[in-house]
């Protein structure tokens, strides 16, 4: 697989925007991201993801629905919800939604993923699906999806 | 929120540097950032962040002094200093800082971050701050900021 | 260290393949990543690295035997392999593979990196190397593989 170009660079971008409805939610968005990546009518390039809130992630795994389940699992074991949190602390913060794990799970797994765009779609692995985090739901969410090439 | 364009991609690097003052710091740099990119002249594209050092971290959160606790607890808890690390051990190496947590750390969290310029500044959501974390100082960093589009 | 251009964008695409020898395994890809960057010709810009594979990992880090031993036993201990995951348990699974450990160390060190090129060549501190992790090996792998830039 080889391919090099030259000519004019575009950036083309959208805010797609949907509900969670649980608090530790997964979402496959790999089609959604696709869509707009067919759309954008760029063919080589980058296609940059950037979740517009701190308590949420968007990365890549394999979507299956055991393997979910784990994932879920190690990100409540890695950041435990129900230990002391300053930012829960009335004393020392004025947020209400008591929500510290999720902004150090969001931390921890990045709002951001930046992919390629090889003949006019994500390139993705065999098994590479991308997901959505919500940490705090449940919410209404954006993304903001930019495509950038030729 | 809808935009697209065709034109002249141009490219604007600029490295900054600061001096921290503790072992374990976190410094907003959103700011800077932004100033950067009004710099560069580019309405559209990529804003490129790198921190040159292995024992520091660029990411997004909340900058809030709670949280801020928060999130150097959960740093401190997930990777221990004061254990038996070989990278700390005269026999079996040459480094005088004992630093292998902030390596650890460093690597965890990640020393690059890419986001989004639209309309000319980052794109960030209402609570995404850019910290640049600084895990062996006190020190003299570096950071490369290379803000790319049209 | 200041530079602005304008001209005309190129992006160059190429796969990198290799195989692995051990379950868990780090290899330095810093000068193989060098090298497409040379072949590209782009002075400029971007180069983005994207694993292919959900259990394998691409980061920075200083590259020092004994710190290696460390970034192992780091990942062991944080992902443990022998502990109940669903994805590993037949009845919920048909993976045969019985690598959920894999996937959660994939998923938290990431798949892919993005970092600046400079003078034709990538821009690394110091102590910065490319480390490709693999997680489930030994196995044949593959790295997409994109300079972007002017």
Request: glycine share 6%; charged share 25%.
């Given at each position: 697989?080889?391919?090099?170009?030259?000519?004019?660079?575009?950036?083309?971008?959208?805010?797609?925007?949907?509900?969670?409805?649980?608090?530790?939610?997964?979402?496959?968005?790999?089609?959604?991201?696709?869509?707009?990546?067919?759309?954008?009518?760029?063919?080589?390039?980058?296609?940059?993801?950037?979740?517009?809130?701190?308590?949420?992630?968007?990365?890549?795994?394999?979507?299956?629905?055991?393997?979910?389940?784990?994932?879920?699992?190690?990100?409540?074991?890695?950041?435990?919800?129900?230990?002391?949190?300053?930012?829960?602390?009335?004393?020392?913060?004025?947020?209400?939604?008591?929500?510290?794990?999720?902004?150090?799970?969001?931390?921890?797994?990045?709002?951001?993923?930046?992919?390629?765009?090889?003949?006019?779609?994500v390139l993705l692995g065999t098994w590479q699906s991308i997901i959505f985090a919500e940490f705090d739901g449940p919410r209404s969410r954006s993304l903001a999806v930019q495509v950038s090439g030729i």
């Open positions: 697989m080889v391919a090099s170009s030259l000519g004019n660079y575009k950036v083309f971008n959208r805010i797609v925007d949907w509900i969670t409805n649980d608090r530790l939610q997964l979402l496959n968005i790999t089609e959604r991201i696709n869509e707009i990546v067919r759309k954008s009518g760029i063919g080589d390039g980058l296609v940059h993801l950037q979740s517009l809130h701190t308590t949420s992630a968007v990365f890549l795994n394999e979507w299956q629905d055991a393997l979910l389940d784990d994932v879920k699992g190690f990100l409540e074991q890695m950041v435990e919800r129900d230990r002391y949190y300053r930012h829960n602390d009335p004393e020392h913060s004025d947020c209400e939604r008591k929500n510290a794990d999720s902004h150090l799970r969001g931390m921890l797994m990045g709002q951001t993923l930046c992919l390629q765009v090889r003949n006019a779609s």
